[in-house]
């Protein structure tokens, strides 16, 4: 499924902003003035693949919500990083082995990491579990 349909499917718009934002792309929940579930809004001027990414990560906080415990703030912010994160390279990794019918033996954390384009620096952990979980079930 593409992260459009996603999207689409949770009924969130997706609004370009030709204005420098702080940050790529972000999941605005509080602002139902274009639909009920919020809006997500992106720089204008990101790349197809950039898109894709922001858009799966920013759905990963809507699809995995908040945490509720007694971490501070700055510690919850990161926790639902890492979990909008996963979301999106778990998406990424089902797409990508959809190319290898069955056979995964090529299929390395290093090669996914690459046909993404994502940073092996940030990304390489959390990818490595996700293509193990995904690789083990199918």
Known sequence: MK??????????????????LACVGQYLPQATFASPNGVIILMSDLTDQQKEDVVLHEIGHKIDGKLLNRLSP????????????????????????SGFDGDYTAATTFRFLEWAQLDPAKFYYMADDELRDAVSIN
Not at 4 to 13: C, D, G, M, R, V
């Open 3 to 20: 992260y459009t349909e996603i999207a689409e499917e949770l009924n969130i718009p997706i609004l370009f902003s030709d204005e420098a």
């Open 74 to 97: 700055p510690q919850v912010h990161i926790a639902n990083e890492g979990k909008a994160n996963h979301f999106m390279l778990k998406h990424k990794i089902t797409e990508w082995l």
